[in-house]
């Protein structure tokens, strides 16, 4: 029903910005109509000129989530057990968000060479905020007389964490690596921007140098596409993970 | 008070930097109100968003690179330019003098940086390849970003695509001793032109050419005083915080800005023949699909009238 | 017999409020069953947490062997976890759950009336059942001690009897020693060796309950031992006309 | 103790950079040395040259993210409420989050001009999503006995919302806040990038394309003590919000 | 009389599980009180929330009044207002406090014994005040139905018998009708004008009680009435020994 409410929606989209782009006879370089970019999109598919750009990107989106969520989860614990580390850490993370990451980029590549290994640390470095604020905030929240109870058992603070705060705090942290699959992809694709040969994001910028705008929204295309299927992977693997908190027999 | 000004608005392909003074300076010499004109200057990212601003009717005129402008119309879109800012090609290819890169055959397997896959360096570095009888694929282009002398020094890159003002930062940056070769040798053409609409060229002449008067002024006056320029510059121009390096970028776009043409018919006149020289070489590079007959996509009579 | 539980002079304070428990005295000795009686916040719980080393005391001192079985106030039970997996929390939190385990686990669900519900989850059983669950965690163990926070009142009459039996039965074979709060009079009489009244946060009288087991809840003495815990808790002025 | 731990270690950092440009005799160019760029950075704040710079990025920053916030905050709420609406419009925004700003930052002019608000969009859009998530799994995580109390006592849906959700739901929700209001200065500084003639944005590009590290570096110290100050905002007002949670008097 | 709740033939199901409630009927007339005993997870919960709409029945016909005061088994308060907030939370959603209502609110607490704690959050009280909030949560409106699931179940005996007293008489004065599930069989008896005696999920028995009042525990018909309702819940064979 809602999967077609969604498509119908889309297709009325698509039909108003075509009708749209023949009346107003927009240029194409400022906003192709979308059978412009079909075609474009369909022959990037057809020639096999899109699968290495995709693979690349892909690659990245998948080291680079896998990497962050890591990073920010790990550090989330250390900072939910010991406030301590959070006074001392939480102003350079704060710092490692803000300073954007397209300008820092030329460094990276000075740091960590031309390879795939440059984006996927910016793309860990975008993605793995979110997921520290959450998993931060949702271990803070386990319910006090749970805590009592562990203690009372004797669990170790590992035990504690992997027992208690962590299943109880998992729908928080689940949120949380939600938006860093999502931002993962902004990371990797605007790593791209700066410092690749290869990828979706290179692919944009050479489209725009092009004037080729039916080509970039067909990337773009091809990015939304890839994001839509990376954010429904975490919700199934989230589905998954709560079953304990759903299951009705 | 006289009549009210008329707004003009011009799209540039960079942020209101030290090179595009004659533009900035409006409040302080009045170049533009002179013609009754409010100049507006708007920012891109590189001269395919100047161009894009410009068929979008958020500008009136675009300051574009030529290989950008031919691209487009090349694409199908109605434009024209009028008015050629820098006959000279800026463009170069720099090497570490320890690397022995000097002309463009030695460039051949070499690691080569531009500044992205969307700029003019990228382009030019084609240009240059073709010289040699090489293609794009006999080097490795790696995209660099615009701190791309860093991985020079660092030995990342053998050899860079850059501009002569970068050229010129980089060198007071501490690049040291580099080759440079000039792509002007090979192609000498115009780096960029102002580029209007179609549409508006035929119907706004007169607003056109009296942007255009005021530019020439400005950019004669810029010539004439390249001192009170860089001073100026280190109020209007949001990288002008050090005159001394104004005043060097302000001297070489000075240099760009006049040609033997220039010299005899006045600044910004168009060189047809060299432009379609290069949109020659371009297409042959396989960056145009068409060729471009560049006559009709160029105005001469705006300036001839003044 | 040495004490299994030793309580001396305690104090204690939550920040910012009036004292809870003040110079509050009890000494268990192991193997016997002493229940806590009072009125509702007069810090039962807050000594059975004390007793636990849940709370720090601010003043006195106390004394405890190391393994004890807690059964909260409130069932307290791990909603990701089935009923059998909340029972045999603290032993996956020892060692390696062990097929015994599992075994001994039902088989106290089973003596709780719960045997059928093992494979449920917590938000399916009713209140009385979450209770038993958070007893059968509080026994799966076999503490020395047990500080039991009134276990058995979401429990129907039957139940908490044939309960109370069990226990009783349990403690003696083991020897486990019991800290029982509850509200229910007849239960403190009937379980307790001795049973301490609470008030304004000390032990206020302790009354030994000198019956033969198995006590009959229907004797003279059981109903002389309950009137006189009711008197020492100012309860025989028959409830207010 | 921390706030000084913090300081030791950014001391430290310091030193150890500076140290080692020293030492290594890195060019400029490539990494300059902190001394040089707390000179350039001084320069420009005595020369009163940052200043509307840090206005420009501020004001965008302050609005963009009341902007977005408000939208990802009143999002979740009706994406939790109507779980159809969810279904319908998450891909949307799912796609909106995954293209990148940048590439289209062009169009967003070409839409809402070269003021200010284009880059508040700009903003808006890229900080809404993590309060988009957070709220939507806070708004779900409330215990079902409370929903039962307040349909027993007749609160209407608005009501259940207002004075059971959102309050129960409160650390979770600000949470996402946290990430967005830093989320949001990225998104005005990359808007500026593109659009701007004022802002910090505008001029680590200008500062760029100058070849002037030591002033980029500068200028990324400030982004980082804008984004600084606007987390510690965020952390007064959560702690202020959810003092009836934590008060012990 | 007119009857303030009517279950007619109820089944209820929980999905993928056996029927909790099945064939349940009770009539409940206005002004009386009705308590229900019975087995813990007999189903008394579940027909006090299908009684409350909370619960749509699978089969069968519920008929009451607009507005009930339910107070849960556990107390469910916000954690977040402070006790004298939370009493008025029925009143806020309704319409703006007043004073007045404040000061009932005040009067409430008084009368439940928490006076001292209005400005507390729920954290800062014991099991028994907090479940004596929630049941004054359940008064403030004056609802002309109550619905308690064991609202005493975590109090003293004597704070028990004090509340008893109050509550017969305040619902006496205004003519509430209520359904009070509990498993004190003399708490029963002394509230109610009848007994419904509950098993597997339908009234097995009801038992009226004929006392006049105010009764008096200590009287042999009181003992006699507890025998009876004892007898029907199959609790006189003495706790085995
Ligand atoms: N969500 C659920 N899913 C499946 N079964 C349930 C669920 N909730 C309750 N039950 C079962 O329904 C039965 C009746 O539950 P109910 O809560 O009504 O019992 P009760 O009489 O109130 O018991 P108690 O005195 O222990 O509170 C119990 O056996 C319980 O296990
Ligand atoms: N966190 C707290 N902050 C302040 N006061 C508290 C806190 N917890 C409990 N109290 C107070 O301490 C007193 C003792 O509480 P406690 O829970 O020990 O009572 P109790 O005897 O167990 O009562 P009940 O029979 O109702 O469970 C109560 O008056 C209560 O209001
Ligand atoms: C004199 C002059 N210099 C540079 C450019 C444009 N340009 C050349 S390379 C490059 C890359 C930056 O992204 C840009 C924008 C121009 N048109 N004219
Ligand atoms: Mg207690
Ligand atoms: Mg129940």
Avoid at chain 1, 51 to 57: D, G, Q, V
Avoid at chain 2, 269 to 291: N, P, V
Avoid at chain 3, 105 to 112: F, I, N
Wanted: net charge neutral; glycine share 8%.
């Amino acid at each position: 029903m809602n999967r077609l409410g969604s498509f119908v929606l889309l297709v009325l989209l698509l039909v108003g910005w075509e009708a749209g782009c023949r009346v107003f006879d927009v240029p194409q370089l400022v906003l192709p109509a979308p059978s412009v970019v079909a075609a474009s999109l369909w022959k990037g598919l057809a020639s096999g000129y899109f699968w290495p750009h995709i693979r690349a990107t892909a690659l990245e989106l998948v080291l680079g989530t896998l990497a962050g969520c890591a990073l920010g989860f790990l550090t989330g614990v250390l900072m939910a057990e010991a406030a301590g580390l959070r006074r001392l850490l939480m102003p350079y993370v704060v710092v490692s968000q803000v300073v954007p990451k397209l300008a820092l980029a030329p460094l990276f590549v000075l740091w960590f060479g031309f390879g795939t290994s440059s984006r996927v640390v910016i793309t860990a470095l975008i993605c793995f905020f979110p997921l520290l604020e959450n998993t931060l905030t949702a271990l803070q929240q386990v319910g006090p007389e749970r805590l009592e109870l562990f203690r009372l058992l004797g669990a170790s603070r590992l035990q504690t964490l992997l027992r208690l705060k962590l299943p109880s705090g998992l729908p928080g942290i689940l949120a949380g690596v939600r938006v860093a699959v999502v931002l993962a992809l902004v990371g990797a694709v605007v790593g791209e921007f700066v410092s690749a040969n290869q990828g979706l994001g290179a692919l944009v910028i050479a489209s725009q140098g092009n004037l080729d705008t039916p080509l970039m929204f067909a990337v773009l295309l091809l990015i939304a596409a890839l994001g839509m299927l990376a954010y429904q992977a975490t919700l199934l693997l989230e589905r998954w993970l709560l079953l304990p908190f759903t299951r009705t027999s | 008070q006289a009549k009210p000004l008329d707004k003009f608005t011009v799209a540039g392909w960079s942020k209101p930097i030290t090179e595009v003074t004659p533009l900035l300076v409006d409040e302080d010499k009045g170049f533009y109100k002179a013609q009754g004109l409010a100049l507006d200057y708007v920012p891109g990212a590189g001269s395919a968003d100047a161009i894009r601003n410009v068929l979008a009717g958020q500008a009136d005129v675009a300051f574009s690179d030529a290989v950008t402008f031919l691209a487009a119309v090349d694409k199908g879109e109605k434009l024209r330019a009028i008015y050629d800012i820098y006959p000279q090609n800026v463009f170069n290819v720099v090497a570490l003098k320890s690397s022995g890169i000097t002309k463009p055959s030695d460039l051949k397997g070499k690691k080569v940086g531009v500044y992205s896959l969307a700029s003019g360096t990228r382009q030019n570095l084609q240009v240059l390849l073709h010289q040699a009888g090489l293609a794009e694929g006999d080097v490795q282009v790696q995209v660099t970003g615009v701190l791309n002398f860093a991985p020079l020094l660092q030995g990342q890159v053998d050899a860079t695509a850059a501009t002569d003002t970068g050229l010129a930062v980089g060198r007071r940056r501490g690049l040291g001793e580099v080759n440079v070769i000039e792509v002007g040798k090979y192609l000498p053409s115009s780096s960029d032109l102002f580029v209007v609409r179609e549409d508006v060229y035929q119907q706004k002449k007169a607003l056109l050419a009296r942007f255009l008067l005021a530019y020439r002024n400005a950019a004669a006056w810029m010539i004439a005083k390249p001192e009170e320029a860089a001073q100026l510059a280190t109020k209007r121009a949001i990288d002008g915080s050090d005159p001394a390096v104004n005043l060097e970028i302000i001297k070489l776009r000075n240099a760009s800005s006049v040609s033997d043409l220039t010299r005899k018919q006045g600044l910004g006149t168009i060189d047809i023949a060299s432009l379609q020289k290069a949109a020659d070489a371009y297409r042959q590079l396989g960056m145009l699909q068409k060729a471009v007959d560049v006559k009709q996509v160029v105005a001469t009579d705006l300036l001839s009238g003044l | 017999m040495s004490d299994a539980l030793v309580i001396q002079d305690v104090d204690y304070t939550f920040p910012g409020w009036p004292p809870v428990v003040q110079g509050a005295n009890l000494r268990v000795e192991a193997g016997q069953i002493c229940c806590l009686v009072g009125r509702s916040g007069c810090g039962k719980t807050t000594l059975l947490k004390l007793a636990a080393g849940l709370l720090q005391p601010d003043r006195g001192h106390i004394e405890r062997g190391a393994d004890a079985g807690f059964v909260f106030q409130a069932p307290t039970l791990l909603e990701w976890l089935r009923v059998v997996d909340n029972v045999l929390l603290p032993v996956s939190l020892k060692r390696r759950v062990t097929s015994l385990d599992l075994q001994r686990a039902q088989q106290l669900l089973e003596q709780l009336g719960l045997g059928a519900l093992a494979q449920r989850y917590p938000r399916q059983l009713s209140g009385g059942q979450q209770s038993r669950v958070s007893l059968a965690r509080a026994l799966i163990l076999r503490p020395a001690l047990l500080l039991l926070d009134e276990p058995f009142a979401a429990l129907d009459a039957i139940t908490r009897e044939e309960l109370q039996h069990d226990l009783h039965e349990l403690c003696a074979q083991q020897g486990t020693t019991v800290v029982f709060v509850t509200h229910d009079i007849a239960e403190a009489v009937y379980l307790g060796d001795r049973v301490a009244v609470v008030d304004a946060g000390r032990v206020a009288q302790e009354i030994a309950v000198r019956l033969p087991r198995p006590r009959l809840r229907s004797s003279l003495p059981f109903a002389e031992a309950c009137t006189q815990v009711r008197t020492a808790m100012h309860l025989d002025e028959e409830a207010p006309a």
